[in-house]
């Protein structure tokens, strides 16, 4: 279905002349998308353990399929924003059912509804999306070698593409050169460590290199298989999927990168690319995780979860610009993830996959935030932003930590909500991110690991500094931005028509009707309470995830 909805979007670039036709084509691949979904939901009551497809090539099972469905509804999230307008004009007048059903409501809205916005005239945007999402379902279920390396390279390209697809911005065009030459880069270790594994095993079937590797204490093949080898070929190999996660200490270009792509891109880019890449080392970790070795290569992601615990904490305390503070919030997040794939038990990995869902939504609602409260200063000036002459604020608006000083007098409920993701984030009790917190520190423990659970809840501690900076600026301060006086005067005109475009009434409105648009109003809406009120809903998601870890030991 993916393929088909690439196929017609490609044709439909080809043939179409409006660029601003962007909306239906992010429309369409929403379609594709839910359709995607019901095609895996009908898979899950098929497959049990999972079975292998196109020679082994393919490996499906529950885990693959429903990450599968959880990445296909992040993404439709994310393509909301450029499938529908981000402001519209609410009036009572218009509010009643009969009017919402049956007539329409027309105005002057092209400067409110800002049609003419770079994001909404970018026709490429969906079918690069879709081709990020094909790799990353590819390399979610990949089962070989040469696989691998095609799907991260599938999902890769994409991803250099999209952080440069606003072509008038110069940021954005930095920041996409950097993410090419560092993924160019990691590309070279996974490539050298698939060549030393092929060198060594004599096969690029995953499989095949599972069994070796639990075989590999037999004397009967130590003549010509050397069991450090396979250590040092998976270290390598992992360290290439560590530089793309940007995990400390290969976390350089993180903060660049997204502070640099326009917001609606960093929210893609910060989420999507990350989920395939966790789970396809879940699967790389518990099959070559053995006890045959004093050392396991799996030490260099207990190493890289300590700095990335440190690095993402210090380091962010220092930053004023919001997009690097929540690049290195992400490095310290990866920490985490990093702790519960390494400890590899039956409660780490239940850990691991509810912190990858729960941190995900978290991620994708702040962001979504953050374009949203960007797109509602429509009606507002801020003298000090004028002065601080922000490059590229068109494509993002908000761009530093100042600019949400005293929001909450402006929209109360969005500030709210900005808060409640924030308290997530830093951990604190019932939100669902201290239960993501508490399980990943819990199974650590359980497994020895007191060492680098302290220091993940200092870093938990310290890290709330900068994270209620953001809280102390939106709620304490008055506000910096005043509303903009050429528009406090302004009259809307507009007028409601029934079917047979007969005016009905005559509505007149002004700035204080300009609201969010309900999409986007009601993904936040529904993110946000999840994240409250986990606690009351908590039972299926942790039973899908013992589920899921009962059906990957079972194998």
């Known amino acids: 279905m993916i393929m088909l909805t690439i196929l017609f979007l490609l044709v439909s670039n080809a043939v179409v002349s409006r660029r601003d036709l962007s909306l239906l084509f992010n429309r369409v691949a929403i379609i594709g998308l839910i359709y995607c979904i019901l095609q895996d939901f009908t898979s899950l009551s098929v497959i049990n353990k999972g079975i292998g497809l196109h020679g082994g090539l393919v490996y499906i099972s529950s885990i693959t399929q429903v990450f599968h469905i959880f990445i296909f509804i992040l993404s439709i999230l994310i393509l909301q924003l450029t499938g529908f307008h981000y402001r519209k004009l609410w009036t009572s007048e218009y509010a009643s059912l009969k009017d919402l059903l049956f007539n ?3 105005y002057y809205r092209t400067k409110i509804v800002n049609k003419m916005g770079e994001q909404f005239k970018i026709i490429e945007y969906p079918l690069i999306l879709l081709f990020i999402i094909t790799g990353a379902c590819l390399l979610i279920s990949t089962n070989d070698l040469v696989s691998i390396f095609l799907s991260i390279e599938l999902q890769s ?25 560092i993924g160019g880069l990691s590309s070279c270790f996974i490539l050298l460590g698939t060549s030393l594994l092929y060198a060594n095993s004599g096969t690029s079937s995953l499989d095949a290199i599972y069994i070796i590797n639990n075989i590999s204490d037999m004397t009967a093949i130590n003549s010509w298989y050397k069991p450090y080898y396979i250590n040092f070929s998976l270290l390598i190999f992992s360290l290439g999927f560590l530089v793309k996660i940007g995990a400390a200490p290969f976390h350089f270009w993180s903060p660049d990168v997204y502070d640099a792509i326009p917001t609606v891109v960093t929210a893609f880019v910060a989420i999507i690319a990350k989920i395939s890449i ?20 799996t030490f260099s992601l207990i190493m890289s979860s300590f700095l990335s615990l440190i690095v993402g904490t210090v380091v962010g305390l220092t930053q004023f610009r919001i997009k690097r503070l929540l690049a290195y919030s992400t490095i310290s997040h990866v920490g985490f993830i ?64 100042s600019q949400l000083k005293g929001f909450f007098y402006i929209n109360p409920f969005l500030a709210i909500s900005l808060a409640i993701t924030i308290f997530s984030f830093v951990g604190i009790p019932p939100l669902i991110g201290f239960f993501g917190k508490q399980m990943v520190l819990s199974a650590a423990l359980d497994k020895g690991y007191v060492f680098i659970v302290l220091i993940a809840i200092f870093t938990s501690v310290i890290g709330g500094v900068y994270y209620l900076n953001i809280v102390k600026e939106t709620f304490f301060y008055k506000p910096a931005s005043i509303i903009n006086p050429s528009i406090k005067e302004f009259n809307i005109l507009g007028s409601v028509r029934d079917t047979s475009d007969k005016e009905i009434k005559k509505i007149s409105a002004n700035y204080t009707n300009i609201v969010l648009s309900s999409p986007i109003a009601f993904t936040i809406s529904v ?3 999840i994240i409250l009120l986990f606690i009351f809903i908590n039972n299926e998601w942790l039973s899908m995830g013992t589920i899921l870890v009962q059906i990957l030991f079972e194998n």
């Not at 697809?165 to 050169?177: D, P, Q, V």
């Not at 991620?363 to 960007?374: D, K, M, R, Y």
Request: without cysteine; proline residues 1%.
């Open 104 to 106: 329409s409501f027309y």
């Open 157 to 181: 390209y994409g991803l250099y593409l999209l952080s440069t697809i606003y072509r008038n911005s110069e940021l954005s065009t930095i920041g996409g050169l950097i993410y090419f030459l």
């Open 278 to 297: 966790f789970i396809f080392l879940l699967q790389l970790v518990y099959y070559t995780n053995n006890n045959f070795f004093e050392i396991s290569w």
């Open 338 to 401: 990093l702790l519960a794939l390494s400890v590899s038990s039956i409660e780490s990995i239940q850990a691991f996959i509810f912190y990858i869902v729960q941190y995900s939504i978290s991620n994708l609602n702040i962001f979504i935030i953050l374009i949203a409260i960007g797109y509602s200063f429509y009606s507002y000036i801020n003298d000090n932003v004028e002065k601080d002459n922000l490059i590229d604020r068109n494509n993002s608006p908000i761009q530093l930590v």
């Open 527 to 529: 993110i946000t309470l």
